[in-house]
């Protein structure tokens, strides 16, 4: 049920001085409240407590704005609005079957004293379990184009926090988490690594968001954003010494960072509070900030599994360019050497994988390295290199696309735009209308690289315009969106459900062809990145270490197989590749059989044991069905945990069949030990998860 009930107060006239007047707005619950002030200085500040203890302390509100003065100081306030608000909505897919959204919102109008004034609206909503502001630019006579120059808005947090945290880079976020209290931030800056192509770190004690605190007092905060719109990403920087975060949003060649016409709004700042991490992770307010479906057709938007030619490239067994494949040979039966291509994306490969997918109830099959231009991308950066349209000679684009949906498949099909964006929006309706034209409905993109035209960052305001340009356009042509190298998403597929999940972080690919990932890396991820939406993390890696391929390589996944399992549920995408070569997973055909039962569309989710860094138990109920699903994961440190199945239905009985690591299984000495067991449980049964070190259980909960 909606309820809109609107109060409005009308202040004193703008000649009229006000000083020092509060606000303050209790959540429903009562636990947070938020409360502003217009100080002495005419500038509204704010304050956010939880359980009557500061979180936020006096923090600002405000803009630098190119060639004016600062929109921050000298305001009175002309009105005041508040509202309730309280409804349950359905989303296209997701965790939950349903979502509350319930708030308290205050709307302050801010007009400067003096003669031509300027207008600004500060809005609060308050939520449950959590915060959201935002600045509204009302239509008005003293503000119409203008640059903003930088955001002021401050977090000035109240101690020297506990931070999960990459360093400030307004062109990748394919970082490893540091660990550390605020003040430690500058020494900690990690080095660049290698493997990170546009790795571009801001030099001080810069942070991305979403960044995850906690306090001393036990108190978890999450600092992120809700519908990034026309507007760059917001990084953090901090005072080291006085813990307070200003927001520093990302710049475009010259400097500027937004330029805005008015009316026009910012994202909304997000503040999640609990003093219990699992809220955090099970919070929806940054969904609640996001419009409602802007779609008027969902009947071609569909969670699934997909598998693909892609693992074999990023081990070195195939190449995605045509060329580079054709140079290995080999002697033919007759003696004479034949062209034996390495090339992944035949014909022949598509239709092997097109068929496992079909035999084990996969959606979708993802094919990279499809289309001509990879000879002249990597390392060569040049701005013409794919057209997104022409099918390499030995790739049957369209045969493949009728021969997968012949056997109930949808082909994926991969645009790497290479960072050249301008080259990529000429080719966008043509390459659309091509997939529309033989049915593929799911598109994964990458943005690999400098964005080109040169100086726009992935963050930027330019390119966060392109990424939901490129979703609103594909929703014309029925398309489902993935996107990796994009900015980090803000809750954005509330509003356009075709956009199913983002890379945005650092994902699998890393294990191969890297340092990679510490077995801690999914621990933090679900409170930072899966902040603000669902990611293509490409789970369900079997073979742990790559010198299974390459008795020389050191490169390996830092999990075990387990863990693996486990991610499918801890790592949320309603799109979930199933990673591995089909030949690994059909040399392990009661492992992988999890990965053929898990569902990736859920009725009930809930968050059984959570420590940021440290271990994460998620249970989900699959939609429409009584079954569930569980995963656990630790990091470096083998633990147990206690679970106990009371969210079950009272006097049902369920086959649990449990996929654990093995008693000497760890993620480097011994990855692929596993044992599989399967129990009667019911919701008074009681279970010690015992995790590995980098080890993981997954469980499936069939009703009986
Ligand atoms: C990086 C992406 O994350 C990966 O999934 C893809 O295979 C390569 N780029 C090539 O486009
Ligand atoms: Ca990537």
Known sequence: MKIKKLLSIILLASTCAVSAQTFTVNSPNKKISVSLQLNAAGALVYNVNYKNKPIVETSNLGFKINDQADLLNNFSILQVDSSNFNETWTPVWGETKTIVNNYKEIAITLKERGEKPRILQVVFKVFNDGVGFRYHFPEQPNLFHFVVADELSTFNLTGDHKIWWMPGDFDTNEYTYNTSQ??????????????????????????????????KDNVYVNIHEAALINYPAMDLKFNLSTFEATSTLANDAVGNKAYMRAPCSTPWRTIIISDDARDIIASKTILNLNEPCKLTNTNYIKPMKYCGIWLEMHLGLSTWDFAGGQSASDAGSDGKQKTKTKHGATTENTKKYIDFAAKNGFGGVLVEGWNDGWEDWFGKWKEDVFDFVTPYPDYDFKGLNAYAQSKGVGMITHHETSGSVTNYERWIDSAYRLMGSVGSHALKSGYVGKIIPRGEFHDGQWMVNHYLRAIKKAAQYDIMVVAHEPVRPTGLHRTYPNFMAAEAARGQEFNFWSEGNPPEHETILPFTRLMGGPMDYTPGIFKIKKSNYYPDA???????????LALYLTLYSPVQMATDLPENYEAKPDAFQFIKDVAVDWDDTKVIHAEPGE????????????????????????????????????????????????????????????????????????LTLKLASGGGTAISIIAQ
């Open 615 to 686: 271990y994460l138990t998620i249970a989900r109920k699959a939609k429409g069905t009584n079954n569930w699903f569980l995963g656990s994961i630790t990091d470096e440190n083998a633990r147990d945990l206690n679970m106990d199945f009371s969210f079950l239905d009272k006097g049902k009985k369920y086959t649990a069949t449990i996929y654990k690591d093995a008693a000497d299984a760890s993620w480097d000495k011994n990855p692929e030990a596993y044992v599989i067991e399967k129990i009667t449980i019911t919701n008074k049964s009681k």
């Open 182 to 215: 605020i003040s430690e931030i500058e020494k900690l800056a990690k080095k660049r690594d290698g493997a990170i192509f546009t790795a571009t770190p801001i030099k001080g004690a810069f942070v991305q968001t979403p960044l995850m605190i906690k306090t």
């Open 554 to 564: 050191k490169e390996q996944v830092h999990t075990t197989l387990t863990k693996q």
